[in-house]
């Protein structure tokens, strides 16, 4: 076998796979989208170079030898992103389990060892690869070592010979050190000669060949200003060459025969993917959930084509599946049943057909365990079967039990819980497009064991909620609630799809005048929806300064049009073109695709078992999700409209929900005087953390406060704060720290917290919720911080979840005691939104401040705002 060495920079990789792919967490919450990228990138060059020698280097921190010469080498480089940092150690691991050497050597830097290493292969008689995002490295190119240059993404690349060289640059590897050293290096800090740039430095090179041979033949250089600058720094072209160069003959412990690669770890590569979340990668092993599943135990059931009263019992557990997800649109194709009596399998109509059956359903007096309590009413109401006595729900009391577990499906849970395993479905019913019902031999039987596994499993579940002292969370909110939302989806909320075709239309006519007004400041006519032609548009015709390039051409991405703002008058406009045409597309167009045919409604579902700081969340559609900075985004809320004739919209909201659950929970004096006094939190934070009084608190002081107040409350980095404020990092540091001192209480609260976290594993909300955080006492130190961060936020976003489910609660009753028609529609975040009876407005403008500022009693008043009016939008 031919001798091949891959040598991959590890840093430059992980680098590009974190701005490549947005941001992305694992059930733990740490941030994965680096690691994910890393291992795409991976396995591609596992399968495409198949090498029998491997080996990926690191740098093993800020300072190396190059310091010495020049201390401020890398200096503008910003820190790196605790988002990134914290998926290091994660990629350490992949390394291992793929079976692949890693090494990184104090005072050096991966490039260092990348290039001792490829000139050792060389030497050997090896064909050489290298993988990186720096093109730093393409210096190392030669006949035996191709260099391949990440481009866009992570897996488009720009494959450097010494031909190619040749073609880009006109010059040969070799020389590009010598165009460092003349044009410099910004990325690197390395200053190069001031005014020289890279035409300037490749026609130099050409002539005279290296940075020596030219320093020692200034005068024969054309051009007065252009001798004046090579003379003034010369000092600084020769440092800079010395600063580019790469060593290739670093003092490493490592040989290239040691780095032979034998392939990866399979077992221990499938735990680091399960850890990581990476499903679709597992697939790919062949890690499928029905290899995860123990032997099943036999089940004795019974098929029932008749539901006679000697079947059903006062305890029992049901269960009905439905191949679709979406229960609303789905169909039941099964059921199942477990008490005292047997286990039972029957079909829809079976059930349809037993007034036993509907007698057992609805009545509270017989207790009913069952896997999703809201599939559960909502699929059998459809039918016209109110069922009633629902006191055990799996799904939501294993997601109580472990937040991170949101998600997992049946076979999953039951495994967790120590029950020999139910099959998965997708063992059962198969996958994608070849999913299908099976036979109803292997259906019932499925089925069965579902019934038979809820049944086991409500006494298992109940003693840990007991043990956890959670029994009352899921009894009394989560459970309660489950059934409210259930009728929520159930009512659905009525849409005008009329009011929703005009709005597409005016929308069509505002983008097509945006256009008219795009092309006059072009100075002609062009696709808009085509970055090719843009990009000349924008950086040709109208000469704007490039931002970024990608292998196509011109960057247009939105990022790089927002720094374009001030430059010209096209670019607000092509902004706005743009957000039109997302809202036409994905909302008005995405709505009108979900509207009931029968009731005329949208029915979206409420995920209750879903976030880990117990946040509801909407899908099919997604209705909190509908863009309102925007007012034609605002206006697509007035196509949701009452149900009934001479009915209105009413909303309320928390206002501040979060900023007053911290200052219950941490105690501080300021901020809590400050919400006591009915102060805006925003303006009184710029106040003390400015040092300025309330008159002299300007806009952009209190959105800088703003930012942080809400940065405080989900655990935001300086990295974080800086990318929303647009300021430095360094900046965006000193301002929480201002902040936290400040506000002591605060400081006080996120130690003890901290410590808490430590001590017992996880941290608490005010009515008990748990969020497990395993990394708290990691000896690595980033890991360690994000779980800290999460240790400080969870308790707050968690509380005001709380606060707002039981809320819904407590508003349900109320409505029922004062005998109103009005119903509660739709949960938005920190909003509830009505249809109510115009003569039951009075009513609600009373009750509903009252009963929601009353849901949970705290150190400081909770504050309600509404508003009322014959569409949602409306109503705000």
Same mark, same amino acid.
């Given at each position: 076998m031919a001798k091949k060495l891959v040598l991959i920079d590890g840093n430059s990789i992980a680098y590009r796979a974190f701005f490549a792919l947005p941001l992305l967490n694992n059930d733990k919450g740490v941030h994965t989208n680096a690691v994910y990228g890393f291992t795409t990138m991976l396995q591609k060059i596992l399968e495409d170079e198949k090498p029998s020698h491997i080996m990926v280097a690191f740098d093993a921190g800020k300072t190396t030898f190059r310091h010495k010469t020049f201390k401020e080498y890398k200096g503008g480089r910003q820190k790196t992103p605790p988002e990134l940092s914290e998926q290091f150690p994660y990629i350490r691991e992949l390394l291992d389990a793929y %079976?692949?050497?890693r090494y990184e050597k104090e005072n050096y830097e991966a490039d260092d060892i990348i290039g001792t290493l490829s000139l050792q292969a060389e030497t050997d008689g090896y064909e050489v690869k290298i993988f990186s995002g720096d093109k730093d490295l393409t210096q190392l190119s030669t006949d035996k070592t191709t260099v391949c240059i990440t481009r866009k993404g992570i897996t488009d690349l720009e494959i450097y010979t010494p031909d190619h060289i040749k073609e880009k640059w006109e010059i040969s590897p070799d020389q590009i050190i010598d165009m460092k050293g003349?044009? %410099?290096d910004s990325s690197d800090n390395i200053p190069g000669v001031p005014g020289v740039g890279e035409k300037t430095a490749i026609k130099l090179l050409k002539e005279f060949g290296t940075v020596e041979k030219l320093l020692v033949s200034i005068d024969e250089v054309s051009g007065k200003k252009l001798k004046e600058k090579l003379e003034e720094h010369k000092e600084s072209a020769v440092m800079s060459k010395e600063l580019a160069t790469i060593l290739?003959?670093? /003092?490493?412990?490592?040989k290239v025969d040691e780095l032979d690669y034998e392939g990866m770890d399979a077992s221990k590569l499938k735990e680091v993917f399960k850890d990581l979340g990476f499903n679709s990668l597992l697939e790919k092993m062949g890690e499928t959930p029905q290899e995860e599943v123990q032997e099943l135990e036999e089940i004795s059931y019974e098929i029932l084509q008749e539901i006679e009263g000697k079947h059903l019992g006062k305890e029992s557990s049901l269960y009905i599946e439905m191949l679709e997800d979406n229960y609303h649109l789905g169909s039941i194709i099964g059921m199942s049943m477990h008490n005292e009596k047997g286990t039972f399998y029957f079909s829809l109509d079976a059930a349809l057909k037993s007034e036993d059956f509907k007698n057992w359903a609805e009545s509270d007096e017989n207790r009913k365990y069952v896997y999703d309590s809201k599939q559960t009413v909502v699929s059998l109401k459809r039918h016209g079967i109110d069922i009633k006595g629902i006191v055990f729900d799996l799904s939501l009391t294993s997601y109580i039990l472990n937040p991170s577990s949101s998600g997992d499906d049946f076979a999953s849970i039951a495994k967790t819980h120590g029950l020999p395993a139910v099959d998965s479905d997708e063992a059962v019913y198969g996958k %994608? $497009?070849?999913?299908?019902? /099976?036979? @109803?031999e292997n259906l019932s039987e499925h089925l069965a064991r579902k019934a038979a596994a809820i049944f086991e499993l409500e006494s298992v579940c109940t003693k840990e909620l007991e043990e956890n002292e959670q029994f009352d969370l899921i009894n009394e909110l989560e459970l309660p609630l489950a059934l409210i939302l259930a009728e929520m989806e159930y009512t659905g909320v009525k849409v005008d799809k009329q009011r929703l075709l005009d709005m597409k239309e005016e929308l069509g006519s505002r983008i097509e005048e945006l256009e008219v007004k795009i092309h006059e400041l072009a100075g002609e006519n062009f696709n808009i929806n085509s970055p090719k032609q843009l990009g000349v548009i924008l950086f040709e015709k109208l000469g704007l300064p490039v931002v970024k390039k990608t292998k196509t051409g011109y960057s247009t991405s939105a990022d790089v049009l927002e720094k374009l703002q001030s430059k010209h008058d096209i670019i607000d406009y092509i902004l706005h073109y743009r957000q039109l045409g997302k809202l036409q597309s994905t909302y008005l167009e995405g709505l009108l695709k979900v509207i009931h045919?029968?009731?005329g409604k949208i029915h979206t579902?409420?995920?209750?078992?879903?976030?880990?700081? %117990?946040? &509801? *969340? *909407?899908?099919? /559609? =997604?209705?909190?999700?509908? /863009?309102?900075? &925007?007012?034609?985004g605002r206006k697509i809320r007035q196509a949701f409209i009452p149900s009934e004739q001479g009915w209105v919209m009413f909303a309320a909201d928390y206002s501040q929900i979060e900023l007053r659950v911290l200052a219950h929970i941490a105690g501080d004096e300021k901020l809590v005087e400050a919400f006591r006094n009915d102060m805006d939190i925003h303006t009184k934070t710029a106040m003390d953390v400015f040092g300025v009084s309330k008159e002299e608190v300007t806009s952009n002081m209190r959105r800088h406060a703003k930012a942080v107040n809400f940065g405080i409350v989900y655990g935001i980095s300086d990295y974080g704060l800086s990318q929303s404020l647009d300021i430095t990092r360094k900046e965006a540091g000193e301002f929480i720290k201002k902040y936290l001192e400040s506000f002591p209480g605060v400081k006080e609260y996120m130690d003890d917290i901290v410590q808490e976290a430590k001590q017992k594993g996880f941290v608490n909300t005010l009515l008990n919720r748990r969020r497990y955080l395993p990394e708290i006492t990691s000896r690595n130190f980033n890991l360690r911080s994000f779980a800290e961060r999460t240790a400080m936020n969870t308790p707050i976003q968690g509380s005001a979840a709380d606060i707002i489910k039981k809320a819904?609660?407590?508003?349900?009753?109320?409505?029922?005691? @004062? =005998?109103?028609?009005s119903r509660l529609l739709l949960q938005v975040h920190d909003e509830l939104i009505f @249809? $109510?009876?115009? =003569? @039951?407005i009075e009513t609600l403008k009373k009750i509903v401040p009252e009963v929601m500022e009353n849901a949970m009693e705290l150190e400081v008043p909770l504050k309600v705002d509404y508003s009322y009016g014959p569409t949602w939008y409306d109503a705000k």
């Open positions: %079976g692949i050497k003349l044009m %410099g290739r003959e670093a /003092p490493i412990e490592i %994608g $497009a070849k999913q299908k019902v /099976p036979a @109803e045919e029968d009731s579902r409420f995920n209750q078992a879903l976030t880990q700081t %117990g946040r &509801l *969340s *909407s899908i099919d /559609p =997604n209705l909190q999700n509908i /863009p309102i900075r &925007l007012e034609e819904m609660i407590d508003m349900a009753l109320r409505l029922k005691e @004062e =005998n109103l028609q @249809e $109510a009876p115009e =003569n @039951e």
